[in-house]
């Protein structure tokens, strides 16, 4: 204690402290840190994000389009995307360069209309909101992209921040979200930019391979469009015939089989598993049944079995799909003739159970924090036991759902009676699911020797067990992905009804399925944070109102009160002594 006395009562404390002020500050600037109280750590980056933004070897140049006169929910998810990205510079320094801006301000209409054109080529989606124009104005018009543009050196991606949560009109609409949808949104955003940089910062671009050969569909038509777009803006391409090429090329580091209509040889199930072996991976997305909306146009149709024969190599991988319909009373809606006025049909849009809005089943990172998708006539899916698989429910039906054994007659003008509410007793129906481990395979004991010589003959090896551990993911309906086709318009994306304009989280689901299997170095685990919504209650709030009035403005009017009085009592008494 004698050495600070000493430097207090001596000149040396300001020179001292100085010093001390510039240390601390040198030290901040060297190594950061933060502590984080929140229950979910929601201002803590994840492991690989950090990782990522560590190794970054240039500059990555970050544009957020919200910004200015917007609405309120808009606005505070655009103080999350600050925050977030305040964050990322923490950890990628000045490697991460951002700013907010409204696309296309003060040009004029030509354009502004040409930047808007090239935003939705980016594959962003505008969205109108009501502005005051001007006190006394009234109100106007705004377009605005909820979203963000990011480049690195020649490259350009865009990330949509509303993508993956319902939207209620894709047609340039007004659209409102939900205090849930937001706080969804705001808890992906760390997996969205991460995504975005890891994505336009990769060397290598991994290859996706779309199978054909049993029918499914090809590039070139409409209802598949958006499968190659998707497709080809965040992989490699290229389409493999599986009835004609020897073997599946290990290059692949993922393919995608899309609505088989034909059956299955078991040459081409035998090329299938043994790329499985080999370490290759599988987005299976199969319609067992024949049943299609366009058969709907005569009133019925008949469900039954497409009969595709393969089943036995999806069954030794740990799953089945059954020859059966979901029904769900939490579903889309279909329009329906409900009479004629003036000699004109008048529809009625009514709820269409075997179009369910599956849901999230589980918290693996490829569907958590993520809205419905919309499904077309799906099948449902069972586990079966395989050794050392890991099975993951990645979506399911709702609490009130059922499944109807096929062959079946679905009559269209059922749905203008009163559903049997009894009918749906079963709850979470699984749709989608997700095999991890080291598949054995299908054809132990069974190749043939023809088989086994053609491989040889291609310096290929026949194997019997998977060299590691794989994942693939099983998909009970292929329409899951299949885009609908306007008149007007044309294609569509993904998941939008374009009866009632929605759009729901059909790409959202492809993409994280193909980033959990196709992308070695993912990081979907940012995916996975939880992001507790934590609403005033509304009741509450209305019954103490008048309370918490007077405790806000009158406590504090009365402390400083006190304060005077006891203050004064302190000084008179003071100084009379």
């Given at each position: 204690?004698?050495?600070?006395?000493?430097?207090?009562?001596?000149?040396?404390?300001?020179?001292?402290?100085?010093?001390?002020?510039?240390?601390?500050?040198?030290?901040?600037?060297?190594?950061?840190?933060?502590?984080?109280?929140?229950?979910?750590?929601?201002?803590?980056?994840?492991?690989?994000?950090?990782?990522?933004?560590?190794?970054?070897?240039?500059?990555?140049?970050?544009?957020?389009?919200?910004?200015?006169?917007?609405?309120?929910?808009?606005?505070?998810?655009?103080?999350?995307?600050?925050?977030?990205?305040?964050?990322?510079?923490?950890?990628?320094?000045?490697?991460?360069?951002?700013?907010?801006?409204?696309?296309?301000?003060?040009?004029?209409?030509?354009?502004?209309?040409?930047?808007?054109?090239?935003?939705?080529?980016?594959?962003?989606?505008?969205?109108?909101?009501q502005v005051q124009v001007k006190e006394?104005?009234?109100?106007?018009?705004?377009?605005?992209?909820?979203?963000?543009?990011?480049?690195?050196?020649?490259?350009?991606?865009?990330?949509?921040?509303?993508?993956?949560?319902?939207?209620?009109?894709?047609?340039?609409?007004?659209?409102?979200?939900?205090?849930?949808?937001?706080?969804?949104?705001?808890?992906?955003?760390?997996?969205?930019?991460?995504?975005?940089?890891?994505?336009?910062?990769?060397?290598?671009?991994?290859?996706?391979?779309?199978?054909?050969?049993?029918?499914?569909?090809?590039?070139?038509?409409?209802?598949?469009?958006?499968?190659?777009?998707?497709?080809?803006?965040?992989?490699?391409?290229?389409?493999?015939?599986?009835?004609?090429?020897?073997?599946?090329?290990?290059?692949?580091?993922?393919?995608?089989?899309?609505?088989?209509?034909?059956?299955?040889?078991?040459?081409?199930?035998?090329?299938?598993?043994?790329?499985?072996?080999?370490?290759?991976?599988?987005?299976?997305?199969?319609?067992?049944?024949?049943?299609?909306?366009?058969?709907?146009?005569?009133?019925?149709?008949?469900?039954?079995?497409?009969?595709?024969?393969?089943?036995?190599?999806?069954?030794?991988?740990?799953?089945?799909?059954?020859?059966?319909?979901?029904?769900?009373?939490?579903?889309?809606?279909?329009?329906v003739e409900v009479g004629a006025v003036?000699?004109?049909?008048?529809?009625?849009?009514?709820?269409?159970?075997?179009?369910?809005?599956?849901?999230?089943?589980?918290?693996?990172?490829?569907?958590?924090?993520?809205?419905?998708?919309?499904?077309?006539?799906?099948?449902?899916?069972?586990?079966?036991?395989?050794?050392?698989?890991?099975?993951?429910?990645?979506?399911?039906?709702?609490?009130?759902?059922?499944?109807?054994?096929?062959?079946?007659?679905?009559?269209?003008?059922?749905?203008?009676?009163?559903?049997?509410?009894?009918?749906?007793?079963?709850?979470?129906?699984?749709?989608?699911?997700?095999?991890?481990?080291?598949?054995?395979?299908?054809?132990?004991?069974?190749?043939?020797?023809?088989?086994?010589?053609?491989?040889r003959s291609y310096n290929e090896t026949?194997?019997?067990?998977?060299?590691?551990?794989?994942?693939?993911?099983?998909?009970?309906?292929?329409?899951?992905?299949?885009?609908?086709?306007?008149?007007?318009?044309?294609?569509?994306?993904?998941?939008?009804?374009?009866?009632?304009?929605?759009?729901?989280?059909?790409?959202?689901?492809?993409?994280?399925?193909?980033?959990?299997?196709?992308?070695?170095?993912?990081?979907?685990?940012?995916?996975?944070?939880?992001?507790?919504?934590?609403?005033?209650?509304?009741?509450?709030?209305?019954?103490?109102?008048?309370?918490?009035?007077?405790?806000?403005?009158?406590?504090?009017?009365?402390?400083?009160?006190?304060?005077?009085?006891?203050?004064?009592?302190?000084?008179?008494?003071?100084?009379?002594?």
């Open positions: 204690m004698g050495i600070f006395k000493k430097i207090w009562t001596s000149k040396l404390w300001l020179p001292i402290t100085i010093v001390l002020l510039i240390g601390i500050n040198w030290l901040a600037s060297m190594y950061h840190t933060r502590l984080d109280f929140t229950d979910e750590h929601r201002f803590t980056l994840s492991n690989s994000t950090k990782t990522l933004l560590k190794k970054l070897e240039g500059e990555v140049d970050i544009t957020v389009l919200l910004t200015g006169d917007i609405k309120s929910e808009f606005k505070k998810l655009s103080n999350s995307v600050n925050e977030l990205l305040e964050n990322f510079k923490n950890y990628g320094g000045n490697n991460i360069q951002f700013k907010f801006e409204l696309p296309a301000e003060g040009l004029n209409d030509s354009l502004k209309a040409n930047v808007f054109d090239s935003l939705i080529q980016l594959g962003l989606r505008p969205t109108n909101q006394g104005e009234g109100k106007n018009q705004r377009q605005i992209f909820p979203g963000a543009v990011i480049k690195y050196k020649e490259r350009t991606i865009a990330i949509d921040l509303l993508q993956g949560q319902v939207q209620k009109n894709v047609f340039n609409s007004d659209d409102i979200l939900d205090k849930e949808s937001i706080n969804s949104a705001e808890a992906l955003l760390e997996y969205k930019f991460a995504n975005a940089i890891q994505k336009i910062t990769q060397a290598e671009v991994p290859l996706v391979g779309y199978a054909y050969g049993n029918g499914e569909p090809v590039f070139g038509m409409p209802f598949v469009e958006d499968v190659f777009t998707t497709l080809a803006r965040d992989y490699q391409i290229d389409t493999v015939n599986i009835k004609k090429v020897p073997f599946i090329p290990k290059e692949f580091s993922a393919i995608v089989i899309v609505k088989p209509v034909s059956k299955f040889t078991t040459d081409d199930k035998f090329k299938i598993d043994q790329y499985v072996m080999n370490g290759g991976r599988v987005l299976w997305l199969i319609d067992a049944l024949y049943a299609e909306r366009d058969s709907l146009q005569n009133g019925n149709l008949t469900a039954y079995s497409r009969d595709l024969d393969v089943g036995d190599l999806l069954f030794k991988y740990g799953a089945r799909i059954n020859n059966d319909l979901l029904a769900d009373m939490h579903s889309d809606k279909i329009p003036g000699g004109q049909t008048q529809k009625q849009l009514i709820n269409w159970p075997y179009s369910p809005l599956l849901q999230p089943a589980s918290d693996n990172a490829i569907v958590k924090n993520m809205a419905d998708v919309l499904g077309q006539f799906v099948n449902s899916i069972d586990t079966v036991e395989a050794e050392n698989i890991k099975k993951t429910i990645l979506l399911s039906s709702s609490a009130n759902a059922y499944s109807e054994t096929t062959p079946a007659i679905i009559d269209i003008n059922s749905l203008q009676t009163e559903p049997a509410l009894a009918k749906f007793n079963k709850k979470y129906i699984p749709a989608a699911v997700l095999l991890e481990g080291k598949f054995q395979s299908a054809f132990t004991n069974r190749a043939s020797r023809a088989q086994i010589d053609s491989l026949y194997i019997t067990e998977c060299i590691a551990n794989n994942r693939m993911i099983i998909v009970s309906d292929a329409d899951i992905v299949i885009n609908s086709v306007s008149e007007s318009i044309g294609p569509l994306p993904m998941g939008v009804n374009k009866y009632t304009k929605i759009q729901y989280a059909n790409r959202e689901f492809f993409q994280n399925c193909l980033e959990y299997l196709a992308n070695k170095n993912n990081i979907l685990d940012s995916r996975a944070k939880d992001y507790t919504l934590r609403l005033l209650d509304v009741k509450k709030i209305e019954a103490e109102k008048t309370t918490w009035q007077l405790i806000n403005i009158a406590v504090p009017i009365l402390l400083v009160f006190l304060f005077a009085v006891i203050y004064q009592w302190w000084r008179k008494r003071k100084y009379t002594k």
